[in-house]
């Protein structure tokens, strides 16, 4: 039987290959550690209608049956390793080099999850009652399009008028060392792509054709130029980012038809994705309409922005965090979305977990010594809540 401590919990949960959409039996291996515990565990599996994404295998799972309920909320799949020849060791078999766990999901974010589980299992073991609830909600759909899973789990409990009083969303928000920073909030985030239609003919004759990429480079340098906002003090300044612009030309002597730019908006909340729409759709259609080009934009929202205004629990927090690596951390909205856009809705969240240097990267990994920190942490958090 496989001993509930953060180390050990962390490398079985490595040796998933767990990357999205697929959930390679970590969904089930979780359920399992969670009901020895006692935790009344729900299965949550959706899939999308119109079949554009993979169905995705979440847990909501539920100690206790009264309030408050304190709620943590983590992914367990992770993104592809990459050349795994590049790797020094196995990315789906955990090995220790140097006091660190090496594994992909190390960082982002399965280690995250064994942390709180063992810190679970700590507090229950102290034998003391306590009054409320400790909840998890754990997806298999963060990495990737995020459309049956966590944001899907939300709309379930809103029906089944389940009530999380906070959530602690554990990504890792430490940019060098444990205990550097708590996000409190997160930019909003909308993708787009731009086509613009001219009509082709031959270079030698341009006046009997209207280039679209003329028009669309007018377009993006203006969208590049134009400056959403400053910031406030709680938001650095939103930000248009020109990702792409592909016109598929393969003739040097045509000129094309068709022209298009892809873009991505990090924008504070100074800004809703509707009003960034309005703005958007206005300097691309002035441009369109005095080059006499047709044009078409997509837009796909990916988030809005959100703050939570730092309460009493976030205050303890941050106090606990404090104690245990004697760093004050900052409070923070930098980064990009995850997936606390969608429980705010329901609960009040902060975010905390591991230090971030090495996600998403080769040879991922982290301290044991943060390892054990971080266990204390969630152990403390949990203690001082239900005081």
């Known amino acids: 039987m496989l001993k509930i401590n953060e180390l050990s919990l962390a490398k079985e949960l490595i040796k998933f290959p767990s990357i999205t959409p697929r959930d390679a039996g970590a969904i089930g291996f979780l359920v399992k550690q969670l009901k020895r515990l006692g935790f009344d565990c729900k299965i949550l599996e959706f899939k999308d209608k119109n079949k554009k994404s ?3 295998k979440n847990i909501y799972a539920r100690l206790g049956k009264k309030g408050p309920n304190l709620c943590y909320a983590g992914h367990t799949d992770v993104v592809p390793p990459g050349n795994i020849e590049d790797w020094t060791v196995n990315p789906f078999k955990p090995a220790i080099k140097k006091n660190h766990l090496i594994g992909r999901g190390a960082n982002d974010m399965k280690s995250s999850i064994a942390c709180f589980i063992s810190a679970v299992e700590k507090f229950l073991k102290k034998g003391r009652k306590f009054n409320g609830s400790i909840s998890l909600l754990i997806t298999g759909d963060e ?6 899973g966590t944001k899907k789990v939300v709309d379930y ?33 909308i993708s787009g792509t731009i ?31 134009q400056k959403l906002d400053k910031g406030n003090k709680n938001f650095q300044p939103s930000n248009l980012e020109i990702t792409s612009i592909d016109v598929d030309n393969k003739a040097a002597n ?61 205050y303890m927090a941050r106090n606990i965090i404090k104690k245990i690596t004697k760093i004050t951390p900052v409070f923070s909205t930098t980064g990009g979305t995850s997936d606390a856009r969608f429980i705010k809705k329901i609960a009040p969240c902060l975010e905390f977990g591991l230090v971030n240097k090495t996600m998403h990267k080769i040879d991922e ?3 044991l010594k943060d390892l054990k920190n971080l266990t204390k942490i969630y152990q403390n958090i949990l203690e001082d809540y239900f005081k």
């Open 157 to 189: 409990l809103k029906k089944k008028r389940e009530k999380i009083d906070f959530c602690i969303v554990g990504e890792p928000t430490n940019p060098n060392k444990l205990g550097e920073m708590i996000k409190i909030g997160r930019r909003g985030s």
């Open 54 to 56: 993979k169905p995705i």
């Open 254 to 314: 045509v000129i094309p038809a068709t022209a298009k730019a892809q873009f991505n908006v990090r924008f504070n909340n100074l800004h809703t994705s509707r009003s960034l729409k309005k703005k958007i759709s206005s300097v691309v259609k002035n441009f369109s309409k005095k080059n006499r080009c047709k044009f078409k934009i997509d837009f796909h929202v990916n988030g809005e922005s959100f703050l939570t205004k730092p309460n009493k629990t976030i």
């Open 143 to 148: 990495e990737g399009l995020a459309i049956n």
């Open 365 to 367: 990994c982290v301290s």
């Open 195 to 225: 086509t613009i239609t001219g009509s082709q003919g031959h270079v030698a004759y341009p006046h009997l054709s209207n280039n679209p990429i003329n028009t669309l480079v007018k377009i993006c340098k203006r969208l590049n130029e």
